[in-house]
């Protein structure tokens, strides 16, 4: 079963604007990352929140996680046609359990 | 460094033929995963490798196989194919185990087609 579920299933923006996803999940977790799939392509991971943090930024990503509402949510700020991808996030929970359970994703589209 | 490599890219089989996807990473990576993609299902895990010499079953292995050659490879066969095995397979390795922070490396994935 889906541990994460994205929010909104998809999402159209203009090239500039900013463009926000949310990821739901169910049960405690060790870690969450985030991971983009552009079309016909594997998954490329693009930034791992830990369970005690609240907040992470790598580049145009913002990441913030709220272990009490067992939610995060990514910002790409200033998107470019370029970021027009689905993506993921997936869960890690704690234990010597090495697997990531995703969600089902959010495509994005940015408009040029 | 070519990452994480899987063959064949595209394949199509009859109900009830047999055939292995292979995966090989040049990242010496402990772990090696087994994913399906489905349309609006997102990723679902069929098998794990933890280390070489090790497999687990996942999410949905029924139909499945797996064998860890080595630490390099890691594959799948489907023993007798059904219409529902009809998908996008991706392989992935990690960099650690147990307790560490991992990120997976995808390959680029086999589109399999059972007629």
Redesign the interface.
Known sequence: ??QGEEDPQALSIQEGENATMNCSYKTSI??L?W?RQNS??????LI?I?SNEREKHSGRLRVTLDTSKKSSSLLITASRAADTASY?C?T?S???N????????TLLTVNP | NAGVTQTPKFQVLKTGQSMTLQCAQDMNHNSMYWYRQDPGMGLRLIYYSASEGTTDKGEVPNGYNVSRLNKREFSLRLESAAPSQTSVYFCASSTRGLAEQETQYFGPGTRLLVL
């Open positions: 079963s889906q060790n870690n990352q991971y016909g392509r594997g998954l490329v991971h791992l830990r993921f997936a890690r704690g234990g010597s090495y697997k990531l359970t995703f969600g089902k994703g």
